[in-house]
């Protein structure tokens, strides 16, 4: 007589899932895919390990590990990723926000005061960098500018998803809808990697947006624009902060020095690893204010 086949437990799900997926967190992965299969939270599944796996569930959660198997990013199969203390919608129109860049965010928010504040965030895709300074800051007033109508709708559900109030989004290229506005903080996560770099045909990046991530030959022609245009929308003495490739820190800091921050300094990400580089806007002196007076 043949014995029944024995049901799929949730645990074996998850081990079977999980041996076939790519990256570095493949376990977690697994737990997330199944968790939305079933409806479930990640503490139900650990708690649950034995139970059947229905087989409704088992086709979708299939379904899922063959998405991830192909190399697409777990948050645009979920629809929605962490940042910070943030639960935003993510999709394809915008990069998956990343740990790296609460480096960002956490240096900024150490540094600058509670005190009422108007920021730019150039770039802002999902909205991430801006939403969560708007949410831990919220006198300051954040603007977030991107050129893509679609990631800027997405930030502004994003705003009202996690009922941030003190940050709005509009469209544009870099600081076209900002003439004649000046910040006390500038921020940016712009696209930095080289056009050639292999990377970007690489399972960890080639389904999110080519224009979001490579800029240039050098991956230097974004981080120009914003640092050299920086100056004409800071107040005196503002801080500007851009998030850049792991080797581009040298460079970063020229370009700082040659636009007129001072005390160019570059901050590391988790591992390690130069990430952000941040400076000062120099306030005029009082010699080239009277210079300016008497050329005017």
């Known amino acids: 007589m043949t014995q029944p086949a024995t ?5 074996a799900a998850l081990e079977q899932g999980a041996a076939g997926l790519p990256g570095d967190s493949p376990r977690l992965d697994a737990q997330l895919l199944l968790a939305q299969a079933l409806g479930r939270t990640r503490a ?3 708690a649950h390990a034995d139970d059947p796996l229905p087989a409704q569930s088992r086709d979708a959660y299939a379904a899922l590990i063959a998405r991830r198997a192909a190399g697409e990013p777990v948050a645009y199969i979920l ?3 962490a940042f910070w203390t943030l639960d935003l ?3 394809p ?3 998956v926000p990343r740990p790296d860049t609460e480096t960002l965010v956490e240096q900024v928010l150490s540094r600058l005061p509670e005190t009422p504040a108007r920021v730019l965030d150039l770039g802002t895709g999902s909205g991430a960098i801006a939403l969560a300074l708007a949410q831990e800051r919220p006198r300051w007033e954040l603007l977030g500018v991107d050129i893509d109508p679609a990631a800027v709708a997405m930030a502004a559900r994003n705003a009202a998803r996690n009922g941030v109030t003190n940050a709005r989004f509009v469209a544009g290229d870099w600081y076209g809808p900002v003439c004649g506005m000046r910040f006390g903080l500038i921020v940016s996560n712009p696209p930095y990697i080289r056009s050639d770099d292999p990377c970007l045909q690489g399972p960890g990046l080639s389904h999110e947006p080519l224009a979001a991530l ?4 050098s991956g230097l022609d974004a981080l120009r ?6 100056p004409g929308h800071l107040l005196p003495g503002g801080l500007l902060a851009c998030e850049h490739g792991a080797e581009q820190g040298p460079d970063v800091r020229a370009l700082f020095v040659s636009a007129g921050f001072s ?3 570059t901050w590391h990400d988790l591992e390690g690893r130069e990430r952000v580089t941040a400076g000062w806007l120099r306030e005029p002196s009082v010699a080239s204010l009277d210079e300016a007076s008497a050329n005017g």
């Open 7 to 11: 049901p799929l437990t949730v645990g």
């Open 44 to 46: 139900w599944l650990l």
């Open 79 to 81: 629809g929605r990723a």
């Open 89 to 91: 919608e993510v999709s």
């Open 93 to 95: 129109a915008t990069l």
């Open 214 to 217: 490579a800029s240039g030959e």
């Open 225 to 230: 624009t914003v640092i050299a245009g920086a």
């Open 263 to 265: 005390d160019a300094c």
